[in-house]
Protein backbone atom coordinates (compact mmCIF):
# COMPACT_ATOMS: atom_id res chain seq x y z
CA UNK A 1 0.00 0.00 0.00
CA UNK A 2 2.92 2.27 0.56
CA UNK A 3 4.50 2.16 -2.18
CA UNK A 4 1.20 2.18 -4.39
CA UNK A 5 0.91 5.34 -2.07
CA UNK A 6 4.66 6.77 -3.24
CA UNK A 7 4.25 5.94 -6.86
CA UNK A 8 0.83 8.03 -7.14
CA UNK A 9 2.72 10.61 -5.73
CA UNK A 10 5.94 10.19 -7.78
CA UNK A 11 3.09 10.09 -11.03
CA UNK A 12 1.64 13.78 -9.83
CA UNK A 13 4.69 15.22 -9.17
CA UNK A 14 5.93 14.25 -12.77
CA UNK A 15 2.96 15.36 -13.88
CA UNK A 16 3.27 18.72 -12.04
CA UNK A 17 6.76 19.15 -13.42
CA UNK A 18 6.60 18.01 -16.70
CA UNK A 19 3.48 20.33 -17.24
CA UNK A 20 5.58 23.56 -17.96
CA UNK A 21 4.04 26.64 -19.88
CA UNK A 22 4.93 27.77 -23.02
CA UNK A 23 4.41 31.08 -24.99
CA UNK A 24 3.36 30.48 -28.63
CA UNK A 25 1.72 31.79 -31.30
CA UNK A 26 -2.06 31.69 -31.56
CA UNK A 27 -4.81 32.65 -33.82
CA UNK A 28 -7.46 35.24 -32.43
CA UNK A 29 -10.03 37.14 -34.72
CA UNK A 30 -7.68 36.25 -37.50
CA UNK A 31 -4.38 37.76 -36.29
CA UNK A 32 -1.72 35.80 -34.47
CA UNK A 33 -0.87 36.85 -31.00
CA UNK A 34 1.72 35.56 -28.00
CA UNK A 35 -0.77 33.13 -25.50
CA UNK A 36 1.01 31.22 -22.47
CA UNK A 37 -0.18 27.75 -23.80
CA UNK A 38 0.13 24.46 -21.26
CA UNK A 39 -0.91 20.74 -21.65
CA UNK A 40 -3.02 19.99 -18.84
CA UNK A 41 -3.85 15.99 -18.03
CA UNK A 42 -7.82 17.07 -17.85
CA UNK A 43 -10.78 16.52 -20.29
CA UNK A 44 -11.45 20.32 -21.93
CA UNK A 45 -14.55 20.36 -20.19
CA UNK A 46 -13.57 19.77 -16.99
CA UNK A 47 -10.99 22.51 -17.43
CA UNK A 48 -13.07 25.07 -18.98
CA UNK A 49 -16.18 24.05 -16.03
CA UNK A 50 -12.76 24.60 -13.28
CA UNK A 51 -11.90 28.01 -14.39
CA UNK A 52 -15.34 29.22 -15.13
CA UNK A 53 -15.97 27.86 -11.37
CA UNK A 54 -13.49 29.72 -9.84
CA UNK A 55 -14.04 33.12 -11.66
CA UNK A 56 -17.44 33.03 -10.77
CA UNK A 57 -16.56 32.78 -7.41
CA UNK A 58 -14.13 36.06 -7.52
CA UNK A 59 -17.35 37.54 -9.00
CA UNK A 60 -16.39 37.69 -12.85
CA UNK A 61 -18.98 36.45 -15.39
CA UNK A 62 -17.52 34.76 -19.02
CA UNK A 63 -18.62 35.55 -22.15
CA UNK A 64 -18.06 33.52 -25.12
CA UNK A 65 -15.91 34.78 -28.49
CA UNK A 66 -14.26 33.13 -31.42
CA UNK A 67 -13.42 29.69 -29.51
CA UNK A 68 -12.81 31.28 -26.51
CA UNK A 69 -14.24 32.29 -23.21
CA UNK A 70 -13.39 35.86 -22.21
CA UNK A 71 -13.58 37.97 -18.74
CA UNK A 72 -13.02 41.29 -19.00
CA UNK A 73 -11.10 43.29 -15.92
CA UNK A 74 -9.74 40.25 -13.96
CA UNK A 75 -7.59 41.30 -10.82
CA UNK A 76 -5.55 38.14 -10.42
CA UNK A 77 -2.67 38.40 -7.16
CA UNK A 78 -0.36 35.98 -9.53
CA UNK A 79 -0.87 38.39 -12.38
CA UNK A 80 0.92 41.20 -10.31
CA UNK A 81 -2.48 42.51 -8.84
CA UNK A 82 -3.06 44.60 -12.64
CA UNK A 83 -6.44 44.25 -14.02
CA UNK A 84 -6.91 42.40 -17.31
CA UNK A 85 -9.25 40.89 -20.17
CA UNK A 86 -8.46 37.25 -19.58
CA UNK A 87 -9.28 34.71 -22.72
CA UNK A 88 -8.74 30.94 -22.18
CA UNK A 89 -9.38 28.16 -24.62
CA UNK A 90 -8.54 24.91 -24.05
CA UNK A 91 -8.98 21.74 -26.95
CA UNK A 92 -8.20 18.16 -26.73
CA UNK A 93 -4.79 16.84 -27.30
CA UNK A 94 -6.12 14.69 -30.15
CA UNK A 95 -8.71 12.24 -30.74
CA UNK A 96 -7.45 8.87 -29.09
CA UNK A 97 -6.28 11.35 -26.16
CA UNK A 98 -9.43 12.74 -24.62
CA UNK A 99 -7.86 12.59 -21.01
CA UNK A 100 -5.50 15.78 -21.77
CA UNK A 101 -5.92 18.88 -22.96
CA UNK A 102 -4.27 22.08 -24.13
CA UNK A 103 -4.92 25.57 -22.42
CA UNK A 104 -4.33 28.61 -24.03
CA UNK A 105 -4.25 31.79 -22.29
CA UNK A 106 -4.85 35.52 -24.22
CA UNK A 107 -4.31 38.17 -21.94
CA UNK A 108 -5.19 41.70 -22.43
CA UNK A 109 -4.06 45.11 -21.12
CA UNK A 110 -7.27 46.28 -22.72
CA UNK A 111 -9.30 47.32 -26.24
CA UNK A 112 -8.20 43.88 -27.50
CA UNK A 113 -4.35 45.04 -27.04
CA UNK A 114 -2.84 41.97 -26.01
CA UNK A 115 0.32 41.34 -24.04
CA UNK A 116 3.75 40.05 -25.81
CA UNK A 117 6.87 38.82 -24.23
CA UNK A 118 8.46 42.23 -25.24
CA UNK A 119 6.62 44.69 -23.91
CA UNK A 120 4.77 42.72 -20.81
CA UNK A 121 8.02 40.18 -20.18
CA UNK A 122 7.06 40.41 -16.26
CA UNK A 123 3.40 40.50 -17.04
CA UNK A 124 4.10 37.08 -19.63
CA UNK A 125 5.87 35.46 -17.28
CA UNK A 126 3.70 35.64 -13.76
CA UNK A 127 1.42 34.18 -16.30
CA UNK A 128 3.54 31.21 -17.23
CA UNK A 129 3.74 30.51 -13.23
CA UNK A 130 -0.28 31.00 -12.76
CA UNK A 131 -0.95 28.36 -16.08
CA UNK A 132 1.96 25.99 -14.17
CA UNK A 133 -0.08 25.57 -11.13
CA UNK A 134 -3.69 25.81 -12.38
CA UNK A 135 -4.03 22.00 -12.58
CA UNK A 136 -4.29 22.29 -8.53
CA UNK A 137 -6.98 24.32 -9.18
CA UNK A 138 -8.74 21.91 -11.73
CA UNK A 139 -7.93 19.21 -10.06
CA UNK A 140 -9.60 20.47 -6.56
CA UNK A 141 -12.96 21.16 -8.86
CA UNK A 142 -12.74 17.54 -10.45
CA UNK A 143 -12.65 15.87 -6.85
CA UNK A 144 -15.48 18.29 -5.83
CA UNK A 145 -17.67 17.49 -8.76
CA UNK A 146 -16.78 13.68 -7.93
CA UNK A 147 -17.78 13.80 -4.80
CA UNK A 148 -20.64 15.81 -5.57
CA UNK A 149 -21.71 13.03 -8.08
CA UNK A 150 -21.16 10.44 -5.64
CA UNK A 151 -23.32 12.15 -3.04
CA UNK A 152 -26.04 12.29 -5.80
CA UNK A 153 -25.54 8.42 -6.21
CA UNK A 154 -25.69 7.31 -2.52
CA UNK A 155 -29.14 9.87 -1.97
CA UNK A 156 -30.54 8.20 -4.74
CA UNK A 157 -29.50 5.00 -3.58
CA UNK A 158 -30.91 5.90 -0.32
CA UNK A 159 -33.76 7.05 -1.53
CA UNK A 160 -34.92 3.73 -3.14
CA UNK A 161 -33.98 1.76 -0.21
CA UNK A 162 -36.44 3.73 1.77
CA UNK A 163 -39.03 3.45 -0.50
CA UNK A 164 -38.61 -0.21 -0.71
CA UNK A 165 -38.68 -0.53 2.95
CA UNK A 166 -41.72 1.19 2.83
CA UNK A 167 -42.98 -0.86 0.65
CA UNK A 168 -42.10 -3.84 2.37
CA UNK A 169 -44.22 -2.07 5.52
CA UNK A 170 -46.84 -1.73 3.15
CA UNK A 171 -47.09 -5.60 2.14
CA UNK A 172 -46.72 -6.48 5.48
CA UNK A 173 -49.65 -5.11 6.49
CA UNK A 174 -51.37 -6.53 3.63
CA UNK A 175 -50.34 -10.04 4.35
CA UNK A 176 -51.77 -9.68 8.01
CA UNK A 177 -54.98 -7.87 6.29
CA UNK A 178 -55.04 -11.24 4.00
CA UNK A 179 -54.09 -13.57 6.75
CA UNK A 180 -56.82 -12.08 9.12
CA UNK A 181 -59.24 -12.31 6.37
CA UNK A 182 -58.24 -15.98 5.40
CA UNK A 183 -58.87 -16.46 9.37
CA UNK A 184 -62.29 -14.81 9.43
CA UNK A 185 -63.06 -16.87 6.28
CA UNK A 186 -62.67 -20.09 7.58
CA UNK A 187 -64.89 -19.16 10.68
CA UNK A 188 -67.50 -18.20 8.48
CA UNK A 189 -66.99 -21.38 6.43
CA UNK A 190 -67.41 -23.11 9.62
CA UNK A 191 -70.32 -21.16 10.74
CA UNK A 192 -71.82 -22.14 7.32
CA UNK A 193 -71.40 -25.49 7.55
CA UNK A 194 -73.23 -25.65 10.67
CA UNK A 195 -75.54 -23.78 8.94
CA UNK A 196 -76.18 -26.03 6.31
CA UNK A 197 -75.90 -29.24 8.70
CA UNK A 198 -78.96 -27.26 10.69
CA UNK A 199 -80.61 -26.86 7.73
CA UNK A 200 -80.66 -30.48 6.12
CA UNK A 201 -81.62 -31.34 9.73
CA UNK A 202 -84.88 -29.14 9.36
CA UNK A 203 -85.59 -30.23 6.34
CA UNK A 204 -84.91 -34.06 7.22
CA UNK A 205 -87.60 -33.60 10.17
CA UNK A 206 -89.83 -32.05 7.52
CA UNK A 207 -89.64 -34.76 5.12
CA UNK A 208 -90.08 -37.22 8.27
CA UNK A 209 -93.67 -35.17 8.94
CA UNK A 210 -94.97 -35.61 5.73
CA UNK A 211 -94.59 -39.76 5.52
CA UNK A 212 -96.55 -40.33 8.82
Known sequence: MKKLVA????????????????????????????????????????????????MQQMGYKGKSSKGFTVYKAVRLVQLGGGEYDLYFSAERKSKRNKDNSTLTLLISTGNDVFATANDNASLMDNAKIYLNGITDMIAAYDLDQQVAAQIDVVDKATKKYNSLVDDGKSLEKKKKDIEKDIENNKKDQEKQMKEIENQKSALEALKGKTKQ
Open 7 to 54: FLLVCCMYLTASAQSTIEKVNFQKTEHEAIVNEIPYPEKTIMNAIDNK
